[in-house]
């Protein structure tokens, strides 16, 4: 496993996919960034401040984790179509190893680029707007000001954040092991991860879908989404405002559902590479 | 010693047999030549001793350890394999690629050690070039360097004289003689290129349509294939004292009548000799086969 963790990365400081991976995560964060600059540059008070970018980014389903399947399916795929996991095989790695430091190493990637990203934005964010000057709220630019720094909602943004992106990066490492290419991979992946994102939005829009309300625990992104059902029974007139905070069932069920998919994606990758012969 | 010993090992894909009760033993310090058309299973062994494939029926053991034990992975750290192509990533150079397999072989070379590496395939000047720009032959040496980078104890080679040149070709059977001799490496080569096979394999297997048809040393091969004559006489013994009379020096008489004269004779004049002696002949046979020519023969009847 020490070996496999040397190569991995060995190849992140050497393989191009990896760099372009490292782009992405920049990328996306000055891109954030400067739209919000752009658009609220003459906003009083302001918006683009590092908070906000941070809360901004902190949203797998809608930022990084639209891009991180497409770069860890690559990854993976590439293992297999340079012979990469054949070497290993051949070099007296058990199947079980291989696919498991596969698994965990891009789990941890994934990992460094959602913090890379995060911290990235946050202090372009800052340094133009500073943290959080006007007492603006993460996501006070949808609704309302919230007046406080939302510090409690933050940390569970990005605890969620951190869970789901190792949900999509399982996903997305199954897929590649399962498919061997790319072709069909990154397409299901990021129609999936945009699917959740979806899903989560609408959930709550449903007229007196309380059916719903067990299975929004199943969507980890669900409590990372900043809506919510008007309480008032059999109305369509839907109210979106922004949370002071994740509830605390809202938080423990994403994790809960998050790892649970985790695992599964774990054992559906796993079972056909130990099955399958390598080509 | 055998090092790789397969006991009726089979591969079946989809209802058909790639391999069919194979049963070959692979002699420690041997050259095994492996032979056979496409598709004839050559590769799918290779694929299963590697653990790139896991056999339908049957077993094989790898330095005395059986397949289905734990200690196999530990076997296969000892082997090196080519098998169908050299597998590199092409977006690294030749020594990031040696470096990224050091790493997951657990292998740590000095800076001098891998650059001695590329020397030996002629690759020590590529510097910065990425292994995308590599020539098939480049990459096909490159392959080769990194099979050597854990001091194997068997090499598996599948192909590896495809894509070289006249010269390559030559640069790699010394090397392959040159570890094999100096490193005691056995290697397991297939090749197409039999005239190439026939200048350094010690042991063949001859296979057709997945299974194993003979194992043969190179000794056997060459008595089989050498231009020789063989007479069946009456009488071996009077035969031989006027074989010896006649000055001739390499030959075998067998208890069955058979002698197989390997010297240029003239024949006619010969069977006259025997014929004066009063020796009564059965049969005469000529025989100038190349081990291409054995294998056609051999796989005639399949």
């Known amino acids: 496993m020490f070996n496999l963790t040397k190569a991995f990365l060995f190849k992140v400081r050497k393989d191009a996919a990896s760099k372009t991976a490292l782009i992405f995560a920049v990328a996306l964060a000055v891109f954030f960034w400067g739209l919000f600059l752009l658009i609220y540059s003459k906003s009083e008070p302001k918006i683009c401040t590092g908070q906000t970018i941070l809360a901004l980014v902190s949203t797998p389903t809608q930022g990084y984790g639209l891009v991180l399947p497409a770069i860890i399916a690559t990854m993976v795929v590439g293992e297999f179509s340079t012979g990469v996991i054949r070497n290993k095989v051949i070099a007296g790695n058990s199947k079980f190893k291989i696919f498991t430091s596969l698994f965990v190493l891009n789990a941890i990637y994934s990992i460094v680029l959602y913090g890379i990203c995060m911290v990235v934005g946050l202090l372009l964010g800052t340094i133009v707007g500073g943290f959080n000057p006007n007492g603006i709220g993460v996501v006070g630019l949808m609704t309302f000001m919230m007046g406080t720094f939302a510090g409690e909602l933050l940390g569970r943004l990005v605890i969620m954040g951190f869970f789901i992106i190792v949900m999509i990066s399982a996903f997305a490492t199954s897929l590649a092991t399962i498919f061997r290419s790319v072709g069909p991979c990154i397409p299901i992946v990021i129609i999936s991860v945009f699917l959740l994102t979806i899903l989560s939005i609408t959930m709550p829009y449903s007229k007196g879908g309380y059916y719903l309300d067990g299975l929004t625990k199943f969507n980890p992104a669900f409590a990372g989404c900043f809506v919510e059902r008007e309480p008032f029974e059999g109305d369509w007139y839907m109210v979106m405002y922004s949370n002071l905070f994740i509830s605390d069932e809202r938080f423990n069920w994403s994790l809960i559902s998050s790892s649970v998919y985790t695992v599964i994606f774990y054992v559906v990758g796993l079972i056909p590479f130990l099955k399958r012969d390598l080509k | ?302």
Request: net charge neutral; aromatic share 6%; proline share 2%.
């Open chain 2, 1 to 302: 010693m055998n090092i790789v010993e397969t006991t009726e090992l089979s591969k079946i894909y989809s209802g058909k047999a790639a391999v069919n009760g194979v049963s070959m033993h692979i002699p420690e310090g041997s050259i095994y030549g492996f032979v056979g058309e496409n598709g004839s299973g050559k590769t799918t062994i290779m694929r299963l001793l590697t653990g790139l494939a896991t056999p339908s029926k049957g077993s094989f053991t790898l330095f005395g350890v059986k397949n289905n034990e734990m200690k196999i992975y530990a076997a296969r750290k000892q082997i090196s394999a080519i098998v169908e192509a050299t597998s590199l990533v092409p977006s690294m150079t030749a020594i990031d690629n040696i470096i990224y397999q050091e790493n997951y072989l657990g292998v740590k070379l000095k800076k001098e050690e891998r650059m001695e590496l590329l020397k030996i395939v002629h690759l020590d000047q590529t510097g910065k070039k990425k292994v995308k720009n590599f020539s098939l032959g480049m990459r096909q040496r490159l392959g080769i360097a990194m099979a050597l980078m854990n001091k194997p104890k068997l090499m598996l080679l599948d192909e590896p004289l495809n894509g070289l040149d006249p010269q390559g070709i030559a640069e790699l059977r010394d090397l392959l003689i040159e570890i094999n001799k100096n490193e005691g490496i056995t290697i397991l080569i297939s090749s197409h290129i039999l005239s190439e096979l026939e200048k350094i394999a010690t042991t063949y297997g001859f296979i057709s349509h997945g299974r194993l048809i003979e194992e043969v040393t190179v000794d056997e091969l060459q008595n089989r294939c050498r231009k020789s004559t063989t007479i069946n006489v009456e009488d071996v013994k009077k035969a031989e004292e006027v074989i010896t009379k006649e000055g001739i020096k390499d030959y075998k008489a067998f208890p069955n009548g058979d002698i197989i004269v390997y010297d240029d004779i003239d024949i006619g004049e010969f069977i006259s000799n025997l014929y004066k002696n009063k020796i009564k002949i059965h049969t005469v046979n000529s025989s100038d086969e190349s081990v291409e020519e054995y294998y056609l023969n051999l796989v005639k009847g399949e």
